[in-house]
């Protein structure tokens, strides 16, 4: 090596950010002890903890049997390594976190002694490690934290502290931008999911700074410690609201991503905090998705009372002025989509966004008896679709709705390049569909399709001697062939739940088409 080659520290300090990006914590240790070069660029002299820029543990399940062989990455890793998620969290030099996942699962044991291979030490190690280390991640841009295997321990009110730390040492993450919390657990002999108050209560601060850019929450259930939480009922502290108040207030947020299940208060809170909100509105976001699992346990007495939700008029009306949205998704149960409130409202949130690619709307088996909901949608969209704007659009539970209305939107999406890949409706007679399922995409560039409209014009169909439906081609070829899968016909009514058509090499080929009447 001549005197102008670089030295192997130079290469390594060069190369680094792309070598460790395809790392994970054990290979490199192992590279760490291979050359002094090397440990220099990965151990941090003072602290003599490993720099990683990214780290990342999920929930991968444990293999079934001991003589499953096990893959060597990071996600066998708390399977093969005894306390993997605590050793390395108090390993990792914090400073150089850029990104960090935690699902916090369990782990293999060191030494047995007589009790089980496996243990979980979410609340007595692991995450008290991370909750103090916490404050040293002043780099640390992206945190995806999964708190389920925390909410047995949380019901006691152990973990109330250790919130406090976390929560004060997340305000200390500067750079934080992006920021993922799953607030969901499942406790052993409890049917309904549990979310944690005091999380939600911890990162509230850190959303009252108005620096997250992208904010992603699901929660769901009852409090997982129902006593602290009727301590804050009664000292007039809502922390759910509390906390889609702050998130609703992010100037600067581009994503927003809620996601909420069992529970009616959890959607009201969400519409109250839209209503009492400022003038600071997230303006510049780009996606939003608000997703209701609403999925009542099987066992839900009927002498529980009704379900009562909020009119969601107030929460589509507070993005409207987003117009800078780039996807949309929404999952309302059916009661939120009554009354001509909802519908302008429904209006005002999709007409005027020229940026609009993608739409997802999921009405939970709304009837339209007014017979406007279609008409809405496509009144709004249609700039998008002439524009080749839109390149996904979905349509899910939506009952009672004009043929004529399905037909001109697909025949507006067909014009603009995009197919309908799946397509399930029912045939309410009357010229009325309940649409199940209508999701249209944009074609991939030299994909050979078939549109939905053709369905109706290139074939026959007719009842064979088994009492099933066969097609056949019109006007197309005699090479092209296809066959139903689940087939049904009476003398009146026939329903088809799947048709897969195989088509000869000249022309194309419909994926999926899911159709029935009667």
């Given at each position: 090596?001549?005197?102008?080659?670089?030295?192997?520290?130079?290469?390594?300090?060069?190369?680094?950010?792309?070598?460790?990006?395809?790392?994970?914590?054990?290979?490199?240790?192992?590279?760490?002890?291979?050359?002094?070069?090397?440990?220099?660029?990965?151990?941090?002299?003072?602290?003599?903890?490993?720099?990683?820029?990214?780290?990342?543990?999920?929930?991968?399940?444990?293999?079934?049997?001991?003589?499953t062989p096990l893959l060597k990455n990071w996600h066998t890793a708390p399977a093969r390594i005894p306390h993997y998620l605590s050793r390395s969290l108090n390993s990792i030099h914090f400073q150089s976190?850029?990104?960090?996942?935690?699902?916090?699962?369990?782990?293999?044991?060191?030494?047995?002694?007589?009790?089980?291979?496996?243990?979980?030490?979410?609340?007595?190690?692991?995450?008290?490690?991370?909750?103090?280390n916490l404050s040293f991640a002043r780099n640390l841009e992206y945190l995806y934290l999964n708190a389920g295997r925390l909410m047995a321990t949380e019901r006691s009110g152990q973990l109330e502290a250790?919130?406090?730390?976390?929560?004060?040492?997340?305000?200390?993450?500067?750079?934080?931008?992006?920021?993922?919390?799953?607030?969901?657990?499942?406790?052993?002999?409890?049917?309904?999911?549990?979310?944690?108050?005091?999380?939600?209560?911890?990162?509230?601060?850190?959303?009252?700074?108005?620096?997250?850019?992208?904010?992603?929450?699901?929660?769901?259930?009852?409090?997982?410690?129902?006593?602290?939480?009727?301590?804050?009922?009664?000292?007039?502290?809502?922390?759910?609201?509390?906390?889609?108040?702050?998130?609703?207030?992010?100037?600067?947020?581009?994503?927003?991503?809620?996601?909420?299940?069992?529970?009616?208060?959890?959607?009201?809170?969400?519409?109250?905090?839209?209503?009492?909100?400022?003038?600071?509105?997230?303006?510049?976001?780009?996606?939003?998705?608000?997703?209701?699992?609403?999925?009542?346990?099987?066992?839900?007495?009927?002498?529980?009372?009704?379900?009562?939700?909020?009119?969601?008029?107030?929460?589509?009306?507070?993005?409207?002025?987003?117009?800078?949205?780039?996807?949309?998704?929404?999952?309302?149960?059916?009661?939120?989509?009554?009354?001509?409130?909802?519908?302008?409202?429904?209006?005002?949130?999709?007409?005027?966004?020229?940026?609009?690619?993608?739409?997802?709307?999921?009405?939970?088996?709304?009837?339209?008896?007014?017979?406007?909901?279609?008409?809405?949608?496509?009144?709004?969209?249609?700039?998008?679709?002439?524009?080749?704007?839109?390149?996904?659009?979905?349509i899910f539970g939506l009952m009672d709705v004009d043929e004529n209305d399905i037909l001109q939107l697909q025949l507006s999406l067909q014009a603009s390049g995009m197919i309908c890949d799946k397509f399930?409706?029912?045939?309410?007679?009357?010229?009325?569909?309940?649409?199940?399922?209508?999701?249209?995409?944009?074609?991939?560039?030299?994909?050979?399709?078939?549109?939905?409209?053709?369905?109706?014009?290139?074939?026959?169909?007719?009842?064979?001697?088994?009492?099933?439906?066969?097609?056949?081609?019109?006007?197309?070829?005699?090479?092209?062939?296809?066959?139903?899968?689940?087939?049904?016909?009476?003398?009146?009514?026939?329903?088809?739940?799947?048709?897969?058509?195989?088509?000869?090499?000249?022309?194309?080929?419909?994926?999926?088409?899911?159709?029935?009447?009667?």
């Amino acid at each position: 090596m001549d005197s102008s080659s670089p030295t192997p520290m130079i290469v390594i300090e060069t190369c680094w950010p792309t070598i460790e990006t395809f790392l994970h914590l054990e290979t490199s240790i192992a590279i760490a002890q291979t050359c002094h070069s090397l440990h220099r660029a990965i151990i941090d002299a003072d602290s003599n903890k490993l720099k990683v820029s990214h780290f990342e543990v999920d929930n991968s399940p444990f293999p079934s049997s001991d003589e499953t062989p096990l893959l060597k990455n990071w996600h066998t890793a708390p399977a093969r390594i005894p306390h993997y998620l605590s050793r390395s969290l108090n390993s990792i030099h914090f400073q150089s976190l850029r990104r960090l996942a935690l699902d916090f699962p369990a782990t293999k044991r060191r030494d047995a002694s007589g009790h089980a291979d496996i243990i979980d030490d979410a609340c007595t190690s692991s995450f008290p490690i991370f909750a103090t280390n916490l404050s040293f991640a002043r780099n640390l841009e992206y945190l995806y934290l999964n708190a389920g295997r925390l909410m047995a321990t949380e019901r006691s009110g152990q973990l109330e502290a250790l919130y406090e730390i976390f929560a004060e040492n997340l305000g200390r993450c500067r750079k934080l931008r992006d920021l993922t919390v799953n607030n969901s657990g499942v406790v052993r002999g409890i049917p309904d999911p549990l979310h944690s108050v005091a999380l939600m209560r911890a990162v509230i601060p850190t959303i009252q700074k108005k620096k997250i850019e992208r904010l992603k929450m699901v929660i769901a259930g009852r409090p997982s410690d129902p006593l602290y939480d009727r301590k804050l009922s009664t000292s007039g502290i809502n922390p759910v609201f509390d906390f889609f108040e702050a998130a609703l207030s992010v100037e600067g947020l581009r994503v927003l991503e809620l996601t909420m299940s069992r529970s009616t208060s959890h959607l009201n809170a969400l519409v109250e905090a839209a209503m009492v909100s400022g003038a600071t509105k997230p303006l510049r976001l780009t996606k939003l998705r608000l997703n209701h699992e609403m999925n009542l346990p099987a066992n839900r007495g009927h002498d529980s009372p009704p379900v009562t939700f909020l009119s969601v008029a107030p929460l589509l009306e507070y993005f409207s002025e987003c117009y800078s949205l780039e996807s949309i998704f929404l999952n309302l149960p059916d009661v939120c989509w009554e009354g001509e409130e909802i519908i302008q409202a429904l209006r005002q949130l999709l007409e005027n966004k020229p940026c609009l690619t993608s739409l997802t709307l999921s009405f939970s088996f709304f009837v339209d008896r007014r017979g406007t909901m279609m008409k809405v949608i496509t009144e709004c969209i249609t700039p998008n679709i002439a524009s080749k704007t839109l390149c996904k659009l979905g349509i899910f539970g939506l009952m009672d709705v004009d043929e004529n209305d399905i037909l001109q939107l697909q025949l507006s999406l067909q014009a603009s390049g995009m197919i309908c890949d799946k397509f399930n409706v029912s045939n309410n007679f009357g010229g009325k569909w309940d649409v199940m399922i209508m999701n249209n995409r944009k074609t991939v560039e030299g994909e050979a399709v078939t549109y939905y409209t053709d369905a109706f014009k290139d074939f026959q169909w007719m009842e064979n001697e088994y009492g099933g439906v066969e097609f056949h081609c019109v006007n197309v070829c005699a090479k092209c062939t296809g066959h139903i899968v689940g087939g049904g016909l009476s003398s009146v009514n026939w329903r088809i739940t799947r048709m897969s058509i195989p088509r000869c090499a000249s022309h194309p080929r419909y994926e999926e088409l899911l159709f029935s009447t009667g």
